[in-house]
């Protein structure tokens, strides 16, 4: 009897929570057959909604979180059908990019100023840059023990063209004071409660990175307007450090005197132990560093993981390497488990913060099975991991080798 209970509350409330979103009664609701799924409560196809590619791998819909796979990122610029969705709350609703604003306000300004999309537009000088943007926890799902949260395994990762105005010139132009340390930002997207009394996500980052001529408040991405999913009509892109910087559906930045203690800025959001720590270890808050830069990394995207060659005939690899703040020196590859390492030719960036392209032709000495395992080296000397880097709590900055397999038949 408590059992039936039970499932007819659920279903009541069920039933009673789309009404509510749907702004109407459910007429015959009493009359729905036993095991049926109204058609309103079913989620959207995430493919066609967002426009992505079918071998996208989605990893929730509450929030919405997809991402690629490694052969998908074979572009050098990456197109929207192939970018990874991060998501923390909902996407705002009812957008009218017509009445949209930005309002620069905080402690260390001179005064709160309020642009609308068009006076961005057109009272600022246009910028372009192919800018890297990788959430942090791309990787996670290697760590072990596990860590929480979606388990991204190497698709949390683009390399698009953005287009928009520096946020330095804005800054300037609304006068920030000595004693600014910081910008939070703060956006239109929906807490996953629907309290309008919370906010999702609200970071930032030191006034240094704010002030970088490749930090933009973009309205273009690969030359049109940025899709909904991506930040539409305004975002933030801070190119070479957690994607998480990059707030989406941007309609305020606070700059501060103090760092930004916005909703995931604190605790052990985007944070890992600044100190090594043994995997598995509770690590205090207070023990926790902010991630800045993310660390040198690469990917193959050409051929695909399981690909099957010719005995005798070599195998041309390519693909793309990033290091966040810096460049990337060297690339290379191996095919013995990373015994010995071979060079890959690397193509400089188009700009400061774009990843890098590089190719190289294998050569196997027998038919069998081979792994190809790829190592980038950045401008400071610091080369990937062969395997999994320190263990972190939240399951950040996985920048381990990538590795594809290969047969010899």
């Known amino acids: 009897m408590m059992d039936f209970k039970r499932r007819k509350f659920i279903k009541q409330a069920a039933l009673g929570s789309f009404a509510t979103v749907i702004g109407a009664d459910i ?162 997207d929906i807490h996953l409660s629907r309290d309008p009394t919370k906010e999702p996500i609200s970071r930032g980052a030191p006034i240094a990175k704010a002030m ?20 539409f ?49 509770k690590v205090k808050d207070e023990d926790m560093c902010i991630i800045k830069s993310m660390p040198v990394k690469s990917l193959i995207t050409f051929p695909k993981s399981g690909a099957i060659i010719d005995e005798g005939k070599k195998l041309d690899i390519r693909g793309h390497a990033w290091a966040g703040e810096l460049q990337v020196n060297k690339m290379e590859y191996s095919i013995d488990f990373g015994s010995t390492w071979n060079s890959c030719s690397i193509e400089k960036p188009v700009n400061r913060l774009a990843w890098q392209h590089f190719n190289a032709s294998i050569a196997f000495p027998q038919k069998g099975y081979y792994e190809v395992w790829a190592r980038a080296t950045d401008s400071q000397g610091k080369s990937q991991p062969m395997l999994l880097p320190g263990w972190n709590p939240k399951g950040y900055l996985n920048n381990a080798c990538h590795r594809i397999a290969i047969k010899v038949a």
Not at 39 to 66: A, Y
């Open 233 to 281: 009509p305004l975002r933030l892109i801070a190119g070479g450090w957690p994607a998480s910087v990059s707030g989406k559906w941007l309609n305020k930045i606070s700059v501060r005197n103090v760092e930004h203690d916005g909703a995931k800025m604190t605790g052990t959001s985007y944070r890992v132990p600044c100190k090594p720590v043994a995997p598995g270890e």
């Open 212 to 231: 970088q001529d490749e930090t933009l408040l973009a309205f273009e991405m690969n030359g049109g307007p940025i899709p909904l999913a991506h930040g």
């Open 27 to 188: 007429v015959y609701g009493n009359k729905i057959p036993k095991g049926y799924n109204l058609l309103g409560l079913q989620e959207p196809d995430p493919f066609k909604l967002f426009n992505k590619d079918v071998d996208m791998t989605l990893l929730n819909s509450k929030p919405w979180n997809m991402e690629a796979k490694a052969h998908l990122l074979d572009d050098k610029i990456t197109p929207n059908k192939f970018m990874f969705i991060r998501n923390n709350g909902l996407i705002p609703e009812d957008i009218n990019a017509d009445n949209w604003t930005l309002t620069i306000d905080g402690e260390s300004v001179e005064k709160t100023k309020i642009y609308t999309l068009n006076d961005l537009k057109t009272k600022f000088k246009h910028y372009s840059y192919q800018l890297t943007l990788e959430c942090g926890g791309n990787g996670r799902s290697e760590f072990n023990p596990p860590a929480k949260g979606n388990q991204w395994t190497i698709g949390a990762v683009s390399c698009a063209k953005w287009t928009g105005v520096r946020l330095k010139d804005i800054l300037t132009d609304v006068g920030i004071k000595d004693d600014a340390v910081y910008i939070g930002y703060h956006a239109a």
